[in-house]
C-alpha cells in the first residue's frame, strides 16, 4: 500500500486513532495523517475544495488560519461589485490561496504570492486541480513583490498580514502583523485602485480608520454569529467618511441584512435607553450576532429595528412589539428581578438548570453557575446584565 491509498482508506477515520496504530509498509504516515486531517477539517469549511481530487492540504495552523468558503465568496461578492470582469489582481500574503481563488473569480491576470515557499507550492498545485490557470504564483517578501512589480498598475491588491509572531503568540496590532501594512500602504494604492486588507476581529474598528488611509468602507463579517475578520476596502484618492457595514453570514452560505452606517451619521441618531421598571415580562429582547455588535453602529441599531438597549454598554436590546428582523438572537422575557443575593437565590432555585449570560456585570457567567449552583443546559437563558442608569438585573427569557 502506498501513501495515496491509505489516504483514500483512511479519509474519514480518527487521526488520533491512526497516529497510534500501526502502519504498511510504504506508507509516509505524517504525509498521510496531515491530508486526512486536511481533508476533514476543509468538509465544513472548504467545501467545495474538499469535494475536489488533487487537493494538497497544509499543516494545521495555515489550515486554521484560512478564510472558510462561505466567507470567502461574500468578498467576492464585494469584489464584484467593484469591478467590471477582466480586472487585474495581486494577493501579497495568499496562504492557502483561498481568498486568491475566490476574489479572483472574475479577474483576469491574478498574481499570487506568499513569503512561505511550501504554501506556495501547495497553492500553485490547487490552482491547477481547481482549473484557475491565470494566476502566476511567487513566493517573496510582499515590499520585494511591489518592488518587483513597481511598473504594474492593478484593479486590486489584496493582503492578509501574518497575526501570529514567530512564537506562535496571536497579534492584533496592524504595525505588528507581516507585513506591516501601514508602512505599504501608500506603495500600494499607487500601484491599485483597491487595497483590501483582512485584519483580526479583536481589532478596534477606531484605530484601523487611524491607522489606514483612504478607506471606504470597514467591513464586519460574521459566520454563523462568530465575528471572523475586519476587511477594510481602500480606494486610491478616497477623502470621505468610511462606510462601517456588518452582515452575519448563516452556515450554509446565505448572507443576512447588511447594516451600514457612518460612524458620524450613527453619533447623530439618538439612542433610546429604558430604565428597569421598563423591562416587564412579555418583552422581547434581541441578542446581536458578533459582527453587528462590533460595527458599533449601536444607535443605527435602535433606529432600523425599533428597539432600545438596556444600557449604553450592555449591548442588549429590548422592544415591547416583536422584530423579526433583528439581526441576532430573539427571546421572549419571562421574569426579571434585581440582582440581590436574597432575589437571585430564589430566582435560581425555580431556575436551576439555565443557561447563563453575562454582559456587562461584574460577575463571569461561571462564577454565577458555582455560586448559585446552577446547571448549564435547559429551556431558559438568563441574562446577567445592568440596565439603565445602575440597576444589576438578571433577566430569564425563552429562545423564539
Same mark, same amino acid.
Given at each position: 500500500m502506498n501513501t495515496a491509498e491509505y489516504i483514500r482508506e483512511h479519509l474519514r477515520d480518527d487521526v488520533r486513532v491512526l497516529a497510534l496504530g500501526t !502502519?504498511?509498509?510504504?506508507?509516509? *504516515? &505524517?504525509?498521510?495523517l496531515v491530508q486526512i486531517a486536511g481533508w476533514q477539517a476543509a468538509v465544513s469549511k472548504l467545501p467545495e475544495w474538499a469535494g475536489t481530487d488533487g487537493i494538497i492540504w497544509p499543516e494545521h495552523i495555515p489550515m486554521e488560519q484560512c478564510t472558510g468558503q462561505h466567507v470567502a465568496a461574500y468578498k467576492s461578492g464585494i469584489v464584484d461589485t467593484l469591478f467590471e470582469d477582466g480586472f487585474s489582481m495581486?494577493?501579497?500574503?495568499?496562504?492557502?490561496?483561498?481568498?486568491?481563488?475566490?476574489?479572483? &473569480?472574475?479577474?483576469?491576470n491574478v498574481y499570487y504570492n506568499d513569503l512561505n515557499c511550501s504554501l506556495a507550492d501547495l497553492?500553485?498545485?490547487?490552482?491547477? *486541480?481547481?482549473?484557475r490557470e491565470n494566476v502566476s504564483v511567487s513566493s517573496v517578501d510582499a515590499g520585494a513583490f511591489l518592488t518587483e512589480h513597481a511598473d504594474e498598475h492593478f484593479g486590486l491588491i489584496y493582503t492578509d498580514p501574518a497575526r &501570529?509572531?514567530?512564537?506562535?503568540?496571536?497579534?492584533?496590532?496592524?504595525?505588528?502583523?507581516?507585513?506591516?501594512?501601514?508602512?505599504? $500602504?501608500?506603495?500600494?494604492?499607487?500601484?491599485?485602485? *483597491?487595497?483590501?486588507?483582512?485584519?483580526?476581529?479583536?481589532l478596534d474598528i477606531s484605530v484601523a480608520l487611524r491607522e489606514l488611509v483612504?478607506?471606504? =468602507?470597514?467591513?464586519?463579517?460574521?459566520?454563523? #454569529?462568530?465575528?471572523? =475578520?475586519?476587511?477594510?476596502?481602500?480606494?486610491? #484618492?478616497?477623502?470621505?467618511?468610511?462606510?462601517?457595514?456588518?452582515?452575519n453570514i448563516a452556515s450554509d452560505g446565505t448572507p443576512g441584512e447588511v447594516l451600514r452606517s457612518t460612524v458620524e451619521k450613527d453619533a447623530s441618531l439618538p439612542l433610546p435607553v429604558i430604565s428597569y421598571d421598563s423591562v416587564c415580562k412579555g418583552n422581547f429582547l434581541y441578542d446581536p450576532y458578533a459582527s453587528y455588535m462590533k460595527s458599533g453602529l449601536y444607535r443605527t441599531i435602535c433606529d432600523r429595528y425599533? *428597539?432600545? $438597549?438596556?444600557?449604553?454598554?450592555? !449591548?442588549?436590546?429590548?422592544?415591547?412589539?416583536?422584530?423579526?428582523g433583528f439581526p441576532g438572537r430573539h427571546f421572549e422575557i419571562q421574569e426579571v428581578c434585581r440582582f440581590?443575593? !436574597?432575589?437571585?437565590? =430564589?430566582?435560581? $432555585?425555580?431556575?436551576?438548570?439555565?443557561?447563563?449570560?453575562?454582559?456587562?456585570?461584574?460577575?463571569?457567567?461561571?462564577?454565577?453557575?458555582?455560586?448559585?449552583?446552577?446547571?448549564? #443546559?435547559? #429551556? !431558559?437563558?438568563?441574562?446577567?446584565?445592568?440596565?439603565?442608569p445602575s440597576d444589576k438585573v438578571l433577566i430569564v427569557a425563552k429562545r423564539i
Amino acid at each position: 500500500m502506498n501513501t495515496a491509498e491509505y489516504i483514500r482508506e483512511h479519509l474519514r477515520d480518527d487521526v488520533r486513532v491512526l497516529a497510534l496504530g500501526t !502502519h504498511p509498509d510504504g506508507v509516509d *504516515v &505524517r504525509t498521510a495523517l496531515v491530508q486526512i486531517a486536511g481533508w476533514q477539517a476543509a468538509v465544513s469549511k472548504l467545501p467545495e475544495w474538499a469535494g475536489t481530487d488533487g487537493i494538497i492540504w497544509p499543516e494545521h495552523i495555515p489550515m486554521e488560519q484560512c478564510t472558510g468558503q462561505h466567507v470567502a465568496a461574500y468578498k467576492s461578492g464585494i469584489v464584484d461589485t467593484l469591478f467590471e470582469d477582466g480586472f487585474s489582481m495581486a494577493d501579497l500574503t495568499g496562504g492557502m490561496g483561498v481568498d486568491c481563488y475566490y476574489l479572483s &473569480r472574475k479577474a483576469g491576470n491574478v498574481y499570487y504570492n506568499d513569503l512561505n515557499c511550501s504554501l506556495a507550492d501547495l497553492a500553485r498545485n490547487n490552482f491547477r *486541480v481547481l482549473g484557475r490557470e491565470n494566476v502566476s504564483v511567487s513566493s517573496v517578501d510582499a515590499g520585494a513583490f511591489l518592488t518587483e512589480h513597481a511598473d504594474e498598475h492593478f484593479g486590486l491588491i489584496y493582503t492578509d498580514p501574518a497575526r &501570529r509572531s514567530s512564537t506562535g503568540r496571536k497579534l492584533v496590532s496592524l504595525k505588528d502583523c507581516m507585513p506591516d501594512v501601514t508602512s505599504l $500602504q501608500h506603495r500600494m494604492l499607487d500601484m491599485a485602485d *483597491v487595497v483590501m486588507v483582512k485584519m483580526s476581529p479583536m481589532l478596534d474598528i477606531s484605530v484601523a480608520l487611524r491607522e489606514l488611509v483612504s478607506v471606504s =468602507e470597514i467591513w464586519v463579517l460574521s459566520l454563523a #454569529g462568530e465575528c471572523k =475578520e475586519l476587511l477594510a476596502v481602500m480606494k486610491s #484618492g478616497y477623502t470621505g467618511s468610511a462606510l462601517v457595514s456588518a452582515v452575519n453570514i448563516a452556515s450554509d452560505g446565505t448572507p443576512g441584512e447588511v447594516l451600514r452606517s457612518t460612524v458620524e451619521k450613527d453619533a447623530s441618531l439618538p439612542l433610546p435607553v429604558i430604565s428597569y421598571d421598563s423591562v416587564c415580562k412579555g418583552n422581547f429582547l434581541y441578542d446581536p450576532y458578533a459582527s453587528y455588535m462590533k460595527s458599533g453602529l449601536y444607535r443605527t441599531i435602535c433606529d432600523r429595528y425599533g *428597539v432600545s $438597549q438596556l444600557h449604553p454598554n450592555s !449591548h442588549l436590546f429590548i422592544s415591547d412589539t416583536y422584530s423579526a428582523g433583528f439581526p441576532g438572537r430573539h427571546f421572549e422575557i419571562q421574569e426579571v428581578c434585581r440582582f440581590d443575593r !436574597h432575589s437571585a437565590k =430564589e430566582l435560581f $432555585q425555580e431556575y436551576s438548570s439555565a443557561n447563563v449570560t453575562v454582559r456587562n456585570f461584574p460577575m463571569t457567567a461561571d462564577e454565577i453557575r458555582t455560586r448559585f449552583r446552577v446547571r448549564d #443546559g435547559g #429551556g !431558559h437563558t438568563v441574562f446577567a446584565t445592568v440596565v439603565n442608569p445602575s440597576d444589576k438585573v438578571l433577566i430569564v427569557a425563552k429562545r423564539i
